[in-house]
């Protein structure tokens, strides 16, 4: 294995153990207001993007930054490979760059229901994510001024063409693509991404009731099957899952509640994670098992914020984090 594999991996396994875990996220949510939880983060990994006196909305992004921030360092010390790797996971800040671009350029109000990108609040635009090395085709996507001119540089990109120009069928066609571009190129992550694929259609097609563009459908059938992608009920829907998605909607017998898998979710990826980070080789996996626990320790933090933001203390503790929305 080469040296920048072991560098990476070394890197990997040192940022994996700056995690606030259990008992930080519990200090978080258990503040008694936004302020006092953005103070404890001050002594944090945390610490780069988050400052006092800003919103929820603008602290939950802090910390995104933050988590971004933290994987492009990782991404540095990697052969190209394994940045290849980071850059898969790390898709969904260019998703949610090209969604705040998108909602300028249209004027459109509502975030699409596909998307799970905390941002500011009503009429203020936030900068972009700092992509650096991670952006996939940001450069060009951010210069369209037009929907129409955003949609064609995505058809030509690895993204693909999303079916549409609204932000309802871009943020779905991209997260899409995400998903099958990580299931391809990041096996230790399939799993994963077929799930939270699943998850995605179950949303936008039986709770939203959206029609996804016919491209991105033929796109998500490539992971979940063509029997479930055009299925016509929920129960349907879910009979028809592979096995790769399937065990996430275990149990969830209707569309309603679904909201129920999102905890799911990420209680799989930061256990597989761990796992995945105590492999002893040199290689990919416990790059892929870092930036999991860091993702989902991230998330995490932007439920206890939320929950600080709404005045904390007793009863809001890490049980109740845990499925604190991301």
Not at 39 to 49: C, E, S, V
Not at 94 to 101: D, G, K, Q, V
Not at 289 to 312: H, I, M, Q, Y
């Amino acid at each position: 294995m080469g040296a920048g594999w072991v560098a990476g991996v070394t890197r990997a396994r040192a940022l994996g153990t700056r995690r606030l875990g259990a008992e930080g996220v519990g200090e978080v949510a258990a503040s008694r207001t936004l302020d006092e939880a953005l103070r404890y983060l001050a002594a944090t990994a945390y610490r780069r993007d988050v400052t006092p006196g800003v919103t929820p909305a603008e602290a939950e992004r802090a910390v995104s930054a933050a988590l971004l921030w933290h994987l492009r360092v990782l991404a540095g010390w990697l052969p190209a490979t394994g940045a290849d790797a980071v850059r898969a996971l790390a898709a969904g800040f260019e998703i949610s760059n090209t969604e705040h671009h998108l909602r300028a350029l249209s004027a459109e109000g509502p975030t699409p229901a596909s998307s799970d990108e905390p941002g500011p609040g009503a009429g203020r635009r936030p900068p972009p994510y700092r992509l650096g090395a991670l952006a996939i085709a940001w450069t060009r996507l951010a210069r369209t001024r037009t929907p129409s001119e955003l949609r064609l540089a995505l058809a030509a990109s690895v993204w693909g063409d999303p079916g549409a120009d609204s932000p309802a069928a871009v943020a779905t066609g991209m997260r899409i693509a995400a998903a099958v571009r990580l299931a391809t190129a990041v096996p230790d992550a399939a799993r994963w991404a077929a799930a939270r694929l699943a998850l995605l259609l179950g949303r936008e097609v039986f709770v939203v009731g959206r029609r996804v563009p016919d491209v991105s459908a033929h796109r998500a059938a490539r992971l979940l099957g063509l029997r479930a992608v055009g299925a016509g009920s929920y129960a349907e829907f879910r009979q028809a899952l592979p096995e790769v998605a399937r065990w996430l909607l275990e149990d969830i017998d209707t569309a309603t509640d679904l909201w129920r898998a999102e905890a799911r979710w990420w209680d799989a990826v930061e256990r597989d994670g761990r796992e995945l980070l105590r492999r002893s080789r040199f290689g990919p996996q416990p790059v892929v098992g870092a930036v999991a626990l860091l993702s989902a320790d991230a998330w995490r933090t932007r439920g206890a914020l939320e929950l600080a933001a709404r005045g904390g203390g007793a009863g809001n503790g890490p049980a109740e984090v845990l499925d604190a929305p991301g």
